[in-house]
């Protein structure tokens, strides 16, 4: 029986002060991942390229850029599973998810005085590592603040105030770029990045603080389960975690279909959505666009990424979350097809709102869709998978539109194959959605 205060909360449509501390770590985290997307490359290689003591040339820097995020991708996909696992079973996933926002507040506060591009690049694989290790414990956290019936609205409401609220410390960044050595020249490079780390940190950890006050665990695993992973070692705990992970990836495999048709489903369309997004700075390069129109236009795109969300977020409480997911990869299939007329910067604009409409309502509603059928009590080994689905994102995408440019291809028609994930990806969905759900409901 549901209680008078979850009536009350569902009538009034209003976020509960545990949603609300939930939704504002999307605010502190995205600003990070704004960040990185558009500067932390450009700071990088103001370090690493030059004729100087220890400096490369640009196509070795990029290289070593590319495996830097190889490595991070593949520790973050090891580690979250484990993670999750541990704190499901020993009720502590307050205490790491709160270690692991502190450790990557500090990291990327200390990337900014960083003079060497090696140690520069090291602490940004490591800001990364525990910044991503934050979001499976944090997604999962979401069985725990609201109810299954506010999930997709609550989830919607944390991409969008994420990307809006991004814009803020970003706006920060930029301005600390524009004055410094690039453009303006009115303050050094090591001040310019100074700013811009300093402030992305200090925003990630000051929204993150309300979550940290009132978060509180209410799905872990049974006392009987717990008891027994009560191990003095904490080798033989991680033991026990990959031995449990190994046992769910069996049992999704075997016997919950459901959610290996949908996690299918996910790496396929969500690998499309992170090849875009990766590759939208070199497709505005292959195409000779303005760079200053592009970060314009990557502003934009996190405003109307941030109201698609609040849109699909109240068509949720109407619709069934799948037929709103199938819109969206319809809608970026639709995106990547046009990506074969575009040649100049309204284009590319164009292009930019099209992504915008869909980017934070598919990420949000998958994010709700599985914490509905996956069980609450394990919800942070399962988001660990989760990860490992998402973190595979763009990697394989990122290959196609290599091997289409290798071959002699446009970036127009390599973004045009992304067409084919999306379609793929929607028939697995329907796959997924054709069966029942294994009643982790309650």
Request: glycine fraction near 8%.
């Amino acid at each position: 029986m549901k209680s008078k205060e979850d009536n009350t909360q569902k009538k009034s449509k209003k976020l509960s002060s545990k949603e609300l501390s939930w939704v504002l770590y999307d605010v502190g985290n995205s600003a990070y991942t704004l960040l990185a997307c558009a500067l932390i490359p450009i700071w990088y290689k103001s370090l690493a390229v030059g004729d100087g003591a220890g400096q490369i040339s640009s196509d070795r820097a990029t290289a070593y850029y590319a495996m830097a995020i190889a490595v991070m991708t593949v520790v973050s996909a090891l580690i979250g599973p484990v993670c999750g696992a541990i704190a499901d079973h020993m009720r502590i996933k307050k205490a790491i998810f709160s270690t692991t926002v502190v450790v990557g507040v500090s990291a990327c506060i200390l990337n900014g005085f960083t003079p060497m591009w090696v140690l520069f690049l090291v602490i940004y694989v490591l800001t990364k590592i525990f910044y991503n290790a934050s979001l499976v414990f944090y997604d999962s956290m979401l069985v725990d603040v609201t109810t299954k019936d506010r999930m997709d609205e609550v989830s919607s409401y944390g991409y969008a105030w994420g990307y809006l609220g991004s814009c803020v410390p970003f706006l920060v960044s930029l301005a600390a770029y524009i004055c410094g050595p690039d453009m303006l020249g009115y303050i050094s490079n090591r001040l310019s990045m100074i700013i811009g780390f300093a402030v992305t940190g200090i925003w990630w950890l000051v929204v993150t603080v309300p979550l940290l006050k009132s978060y509180k665990q209410v799905n872990y695993v049974s006392e009987a389960a717990e008891a027994k992973s009560k191990n003095p070692g904490i080798l033989r705990l991680i033991a026990g975690a990959f031995a449990q992970i190994f046992g769910t990836i069996k049992k999704i495999a075997t016997k919950d279909k459901k959610v290996g048709l949908f996690l299918i489903a996910f790496f396929l369309y969500i690998d499309g959505v992170g090849t875009i997004i990766d590759n939208c700075i070199n497709i505005g390069t292959d195409l000779k666009l303005d760079s200053v129109g592009q970060v314009v236009f990557l502003l934009f795109t996190q405003v109307v990424a941030c109201i698609g969300s609040l849109v699909f977020g109240r068509l949720s409480q109407k619709y069934k979350t799948t037929t709103l997911l199938y819109v969206c990869i319809a809608g970026y299939f639709a995106v990547c097809l046009y990506a074969l007329t575009l040649h100049d910067l309204i284009g590319f604009g164009i292009m930019a709102f099209g992504v915008g409409c869909f980017q934070g309502s598919l990420q949000a509603l998958s994010r709700s869709y599985f914490s509905k059928i996956i069980p609450p009590e394990n919800s942070g080994e399962y988001f660990g998978i989760y990860d490992i689905f998402a973190k595979g994102a763009s990697f394989l995408g990122s290959l196609v539109i290599a091997a289409v440019k290798l071959a002699g291809g446009t970036i127009n028609v390599a973004v045009a194959t992304m067409a084919i994930f999306f379609a793929v990806g929607f028939v697995f969905l329907r796959l997924a959605d054709s069966y029942d759900a294994p009643g982790y409901e309650k």
